[in-house]
């Protein structure tokens, strides 16, 4: 099911015949091109995910039915299976769910129009720098008959959408200062105004496309050949150059094997199993009061914003991405910097389950209720499994890493007990969630490569969907907040 790949450049002499061009490669028994001169596009990568070696990835060929016919399906409907899909096909009852989501929301009937919704999604993910997706809108905007313009930067697109870039700015990066006044803005801009419905639909794209980001930066996700930065060229005077080298990215050492030894991360796992019975013990004996619980809370908060994202220097956008949004150095990072105090929200007032989801659901059918299997898909998501350990009850482990990423945007939970997070995430877990979650263009291999050890590929990329979902509801909450509170 992978993409055909097409020379780049013509022949120049025609009086070639077909079986100059072509011959059988041995190992894979399929055409390959001769060296005449064609410029042979080769993979930069080494399979979908540079943190993740490409065998342990499931392969199309190698998949059991299910996720077979999920993969089917999603190139049917877009013509292409792309590397995000390929590394959440770890976890195909997910897969399935995303999948479906985002095809209601790029494709099926909704307030706004197709071309909008590309634009929306390419301003969304160039908050983060993520090119990737960028490039992937770029090409689907122009498929559905968008403005070329448009794409040399956000002053070249309707004012309606320019309108757009202080809501997309603030909910990625500082969710929690959205008030009801940048919603009436938008709703009341006079010809460039937007509808309710519009703003949710918009909202939706925003928050799935920010948290998408950090999906693809914290698996390390690879352009796909086909695509900007996917591919170079083999110099033509190397010949015996096959298809199947291009599909499989071979010739690239995959050094991820032999980089971790066992030796000082032994028992990591067993420590964190242990931490998790004596927590639950605990939880049976005595139960912590509702000030002390409050107190945790802001701990952890304050906590939390002393984590340190990033270990390199600022990343600097592209101006391929950074015209597609204005501020570029407008970022969660300044939100410890300037000392600005985040209020907490708190779930009990205003919850996903009782006020977003109905407000969602009216003003965009079915949406919310996608949205809700999809949370719930992350939430609950388990094989009963750590590591190499079977018939494991993950529940704490799970509501830690998710409570925690809704502690770093100010979000509380008054039925938990902030104080178990510092007992079951490490802080090298903590720099890798924050990374990827809030600067996730910071995310690097060795953090990926840092927390969890001893856990599968699988089980990570399983902690990414988590990261993503968690973050999508925060910035939703927040959103669906200020719209309620500017509706009454």
């Not at 909008?116 to 983060?128: D, E, F, N, S």
């Not at 704490?396 to 104080?419: E, K, P, Q, T, V």
Request: glycine letters at 6%; one cysteine or more.
């Amino acid at each position: 099911m992978r993409h055909a790949v097409a020379p780049t450049e013509n022949v120049e002499n025609n009086s070639f015949t077909v079986t100059d061009l072509l011959k059988i490669c041995t190992h894979c028994e399929r055409l390959s091109k001769k060296d005449l001169g064609v410029r042979i596009p080769r993979p930069l990568g080494n399979g979908p995910s540079r943190f993740i070696p490409e065998k342990e990835i499931l392969q199309v060929s190698k998949v059991d039915a299910r996720t077979q016919t999920i993969f089917e399906d999603a190139f049917a409907a877009l013509g292409r299976l792309d590397n995000i899909s390929l590394v959440m096909g770890f976890h195909p009852q997910y897969l399935e769910s995303f999948l479906r989501t985002q095809h209601y929301l790029l494709q099926m009937d909704g307030p706004l129009s197709l071309h909008y919704r590309h634009y929306i999604g390419i301003m969304a993910a160039a908050r983060h720098q993520c090119s990737y997706l960028v490039n992937l809108h770029v090409n689907d905007f122009l498929q559905v008959g968008g403005d070329h313009k448009w794409l040399n930067g956000l002053d070249g697109a309707p004012q309606k959408l320019q309108h757009l870039g202080e809501l997309n700015k603030i909910l990625a990066h500082r969710p929690w200062l959205l008030t009801k006044e940048h919603i009436e803005h938008l709703l009341k801009a006079e010809e460039h105004s937007w509808s309710l419905a519009e703003l949710i639909h918009a909202v939706v794209l925003l928050t799935h496309y920010h948290s998408l980001a950090s999906f693809t930066f914290g698996c390390g996700i690879t352009p796909e050949i086909h695509c900007d930065g996917g591919h170079t060229f083999r110099p033509p005077s190397l010949s015996q150059y096959c298809v199947c080298d291009i599909a499989n990215g071979n010739g690239h050492a995959n050094h991820h094997d032999d980089l971790l030894g066992n030796q000082e991360v032994s028992g990591e796992v067993e420590v964190l199993m242990e931490r998790m019975k004596q927590l639950q013990e605990c939880r049976d004996e005595e139960e912590a009061s509702q000030e002390e619980m409050a107190t945790r809370f802001e701990r952890e908060k304050t906590e939390s914003m002393l984590v340190v994202t990033a270990e390199d220097e600022e990343c600097v956008p592209s101006r391929d991405v950074s015209r597609h949004f204005e501020d570029p150095s407008y970022g969660y990072k300044d939100f410890s910097r300037r000392g600005e105090h985040v209020p907490t929200f708190r779930v009990q007032d205003y919850s996903w389950e009782d006020h977003g989801f109905s407000l969602v659901n009216r003003l965009y059918p079915d949406v919310g209720q996608m949205l809700d299997e999809k949370f719930q898909m992350a939430y609950n998501l388990t094989y009963n499994t750590m590591a190499m350990h079977k018939d494991v009850d993950t529940s704490m482990l799970r509501r830690a890493i998710w409570n925690y990423i809704h502690c770093m945007f100010g979000i509380r939970y008054d039925d938990y007990d902030y104080g178990e997070i510092n007992q079951l995430l490490d802080r090298s877990f903590k720099i890798y969630i924050k990374t990827m979650v809030c600067s996730p263009e910071k995310t690097t291999k060795r953090m990926y490569e840092s927390f969890w050890r001893q856990f599968q590929h699988s089980e990570k990329v399983h902690v990414n969907l988590l990261l993503m979902e968690a973050r999508m509801q925060a910035e939703l909450l927040y959103a669906l907040r200020a719209i309620t509170r500017y509706m009454t």
